[in-house]
């Protein structure tokens, strides 16, 4: 694999309150993923916006350590910010001026790597901006065979639900590879829809594939050829310690298996999930949302 998988999407400062009180770590869903498709051995590109501030160069740094190239946008509010108060081990999110006003310009340097690139994994991108997404289906192209979606809708920074809702659906249905999960249907789908509907439907739309996450219930997955695998979540001993990375975890190990074979039938869909599930439950160990090996 000469050419390096990029991601695109978001990365940030998630701040983190609790009884144990105040911590800082790096984030982002986009960038988690990038982070995790790198400790699983895929070579990965980062485009996101980062600020020239300090907690752009933590962010540089954190993803220098792991190997991953940050190809930035700019970003004329700085850095961007999450702050979580932890409900039960789940991160309910309040966001700063930054990341409220993302935006990401793909510039000849990120095009020529999006070209280049075996796979292409999006990622709480602003599906809102109808000019974003525009912009994003032409520098990936919509031939339906590289392009891996995460639409990760975040109530707090959707301007426009229903805009949202209908631009994650045109990448989704160019996508070789989507991701639903359980709390995002409601922001792309509607209130009422359950999952399996959800991803019926971004499969009659056009995806080949659909990851759905749903929670202490496992995942599974189904392609447009009928196949359909499911798993539970893994046992392992240890302690949950929150549930922060789970789904990045989840997608970025399915990511490195599709990225990784073109033979892609029932035992291959099997295998991949039946290992994003414990390497979820290893990921769900530890504190933050850095992708753990078990």
């Known amino acids: 694999m000469s050419a390096r998988t990029v991601v695109i999407g978001d990365a940030l400062i998630d701040e983190i309150h609790d009884e144990q009180g105040a911590r800082e770590f790096v984030g982002g869903a986009a960038l988690n993923v990038a982070v995790g498709l790198a400790t699983l051995g895929v070579p990965t590109s980062l485009v996101a916006m980062v600020g020239d501030d300090e907690a752009g160069a933590t962010i540089r ?14 970003s004329e509010h ?20 930054a990341a409220l006003a993302r935006h990401l310009e793909f ?3 990120q095009r020529e790597a999006i070209a280049a690139a075996p796979a292409v994994l999006v990622s ?7 000019q974003q997404t525009d912009a994003l289906l032409d520098a990936v192209g919509t031939d339906g065979v590289r392009l891996i979606v995460d639409a990760n809708p975040r109530s707090h920074l959707i301007h426009d639900r229903a805009a949202f809702a209908a ?13 639903i999960g359980d709390d995002d249907v409601p922001l792309l789908y509607g209130d009422g829809i359950e999952l399996s509907e959800a991803v019926t439907r971004a499969l009659e739309s056009g995806a080949r594939a659909v990851l759905a996450t749903a929670g202490s219930r496992g995942a599974f997955i189904r392609t447009f050829d009928g196949i359909a695998v499911e798993r539970g979540i893994a046992p392992m001993d240890g302690v949950i310690v ?3 990375g789970a789904g990045d975890s989840t997608l970025a190990t399915v990511a490195s298996a599709f990225i990784g074979s073109d033979d892609r039938g029932e035992g291959f869909w099997s295998d991949a999930l039946a290992q994003a599930m414990r390497v979820a439950a290893a990921t769900c160990r530890a504190e933050g ?6």
């Open 107 to 109: 510039d000849d340097a």
């Open 78 to 97: 700085g850095s961007s910010r999450a702050v979580s108060e932890r409900v039960d081990g789940e991160p309910r999110y309040t966001f700063n001026s």
């Open 289 to 294: 949302a850095l992708l753990r090996l078990p």
């Open 242 to 244: 929150d549930t922060m």
């Open 167 to 179: 631009g994650a659906a045109r990448a989704t249905a160019v996508s070789a590879l989507a991701k």
């Open 124 to 130: 709480c991108y602003p599906f809102d901006d109808a």
């Open 61 to 74: 740094d954190f993803l220098a350590e792991h190997g991953v190239e940050l190809l930035a946008s700019p």
